[in-house]
């Protein structure tokens, strides 16, 4: 797998760069999406690549858009990256590229928690809520919910933190009808992916989705789905209540960063340790491997 932090296509406009992908536009309706191997932690951009990170993450996503797309329609085209940019650019896009189709973004992340970790741990320990769920008493760190939960966040600008809100808060941002939907659908797309990975060893602690609308207003799947930046992945042989569970997902690098003496997750960050570059590749590649035959 080749290794790149940023792409930088010329045949095709620029629309924007977020914390890992590039987005080009394609005509009016499609776009070029190149997944770097940039990684993001506490919203800040690590200075270092994770080798193959891109193409790992690209390979899960497509892997997921297959298997899901009978719950909700997503928005892969089928066209081929290679295809649409110049033969000087081919490299920058083979295994870490789709052409999309070109959506109205919903405002708003749509988390679903089917175990108590991260900041969904931490509401509950304040609250014995989260996002205005409430839970039953004595729950652990890491225990598994009675049922998966909604609990939705607002999508916060490049370096911002997002905010988890309340369904009744996302109602009022994007319509009670479109909230109500996008939460059953979150709900569906969970239940079957989980039920999936279980299979394979995984448990997938906690997932959050991206929609779009298209022009006819129908509800598509887009950005990335159930990759391991956007889900908590745990082995399952590894699992145990009470404690936080390793995980195939980019905590690991979270945790090393917080072992930094001084850095108060803000930019710059701290380099990354080659070790733990590797590592982290390393477990990128697990977790592919896990899901995918």
């Given at each position: 797998m080749n290794t790149l932090y940023q792409s930088?296509?010329?045949s095709l406009p620029l629309l924007g760069r977020g914390k890992v992908r590039e987005n080009y536009a394609l005509g009016s309706d499609k776009l070029l999406i190149v997944t770097s191997d940039r990684l993001s932690a506490f919203d800040v951009i690590m200075a270092e690549p994770i080798p193959g990170k891109g193409c790992v993450l690209n390979a899960m996503a497509n892997f997921w858009f297959a298997k899901l797309a009978d719950i909700v329609p997503n928005h892969l085209t089928g066209i081929a990256p290679e295809s649409v940019v110049a033969a000087a650019e081919i490299d920058q896009v083979r295994e870490r590229a789709v052409v999309a189709r070109r959506l109205t973004p919903i405002p708003v992340e749509a988390v679903v928690r089917g175990y108590l970790a991260g900041s969904g741990w931490k509401d509950y320990q304040a609250s014995g809520s989260i996002c205005g769920v409430s839970l039953?008493?004595?729950l652990r760190n890491a225990e598994r919910l009675p049922e998966p939960i909604f609990t939705p966040a607002s999508k916060a600008e490049m370096g911002q933190h997002d905010e988890n809100i309340s369904f009744i808060e996302?109602?009022?941002r994007i319509g009670p009808d479109l909230a109500e939907k996008v939460r059953a659908v979150s709900l569906a797309l969970y239940r079957r992916a989980s039920e999936y990975a279980a299979s394979r060893g995984i448990l997938i602690a906690d997932t959050k989705f991206e929609f779009g609308l298209d022009p006819e207003g129908a509800l598509v799947l887009m950005d990335e789905v159930l990759t391991a930046d956007s889900s908590r992945f745990w082995p399952a042989d590894r699992y145990a209540v009470g404690s936080n569970p390793p995980s195939f997902d980019k905590q690991f690098v979270r945790d090393y960063l917080e072992s930094v003496p001084g850095w108060g997750k803000t930019a710059p960050p701290p380099p990354l340790p080659p070790?733990?570059?590797e590592r982290?590749?390393?477990?990128?590649?697990?977790?592919l491997a896990a899901l995918v035959d």
């Open positions: 930088n296509i010329r039953p008493p004595d996302m109602a009022g070790e733990i570059i982290t590749a390393q477990k990128y590649r697990d977790a």
